[in-house]
């Protein structure tokens, strides 16, 4: 079975300062792995994926994320941030071709002006 | 909106209670999830759903039952609920590794 551990469940960062979110899985196989986005009142968002290929994933509204096979990792980070980036990110994996989600606790975006 | 639709958006529902949540996707996806949000927990999986055929229980209580009479809707019929109950209640669908396109959510009180 995979688990997925978000270190941190609430961030504070300034407006246009850069924010990294950690996630790491466990999985003893082969993985998919995602960031969701959840504004208040609202479902989730993706708002990016790694599947295979290049580690290094870009996604929307200038995140990106880079999976570490090694280290069994796949942070997300923003260079700038805005206010509107105040939000609640799950990191989520799946067993390659796999059907379900599995979910980390999330991490609570608070961006400060 | 996301292609994936939830009502209601908000229900709140006596113990004693019968009602059901809907979700409805056009957007081609052969899979369907619920999925349960509370307070300070990460989400949780309830059932799945692959081409209309349930494929996964997570050990729901029966008090939750759900249908999906074709692979465009998902129901979850809700019945003498606990207050524990109250959360937030999404729904998913997917195809492939496209990924998985949620909905809005509905916000279930038991009281």
């Known amino acids: 079975a995979q688990s997925v551990t978000q270190l941190d469940s609430q961030v504070p960062v300034f407006e246009e300062a850069p924010v990294e979110l950690r996630c790491n899985y466990s999985?003893?196989?082969?993985?998919?792995l995602f960031w969701y986005v959840q504004y208040p009142n609202q479902g989730l968002q993706l708002l990016l994926k790694?599947?295979?290929?290049?580690?290094l994933v870009k996604g929307i509204n200038g995140f990106e994320a880079e999976f570490n096979k090694s280290q069994t990792s796949f942070h997300l980070r923003k260079p700038s941030v805005h206010i509107s980036d105040t939000a609640e990110y799950f990191c989520?994996?799946?067993?390659?071709?796999?059907?379900?989600?599995?979910f980390g606790g999330g991490t609570r975006v608070l961006v400060k002006p | 909106e996301t292609g994936v639709t939830q009502t209601p958006r908000h229900l709140v529902m006596g113990m004693t209670n019968k009602k059901s949540l809907k979700c409805e996707q056009h957007?081609?996806?052969?899979?369907m999830y619920w999925y349960k949000q509370s307070a300070k927990k990460p989400l949780e999986l309830m059932f799945v759903?692959?081409?209309?055929?349930?494929?996964e229980n997570n050990s729901v209580p029966s008090r939750f039952s759900p249908e999906c009479p074709n692979s465009s809707h998902l129901f979850l019929h809700l019945h003498t609920l606990q207050p524990e109950d109250s959360a937030l209640y999404l729904c998913?669908?997917?195809?492939?590794?496209?990924?998985?396109?949620f909905g809005s959510g509905t916000r279930l009180t038991v009281v």
């Open positions: 998913a669908s997917r195809h492939d590794e496209a990924g998985y396109t």
């Open positions: 957007l081609g996806h052969n899979a």
């Open positions: 989520a994996v799946s067993k390659a071709a796999g059907n379900k989600l599995t």
């Open positions: 999985s003893s196989v082969s993985v998919y």
């Open positions: 790694y599947l295979s290929g290049s580690t």
């Open positions: 759903y692959n081409f209309k055929e349930q494929t």
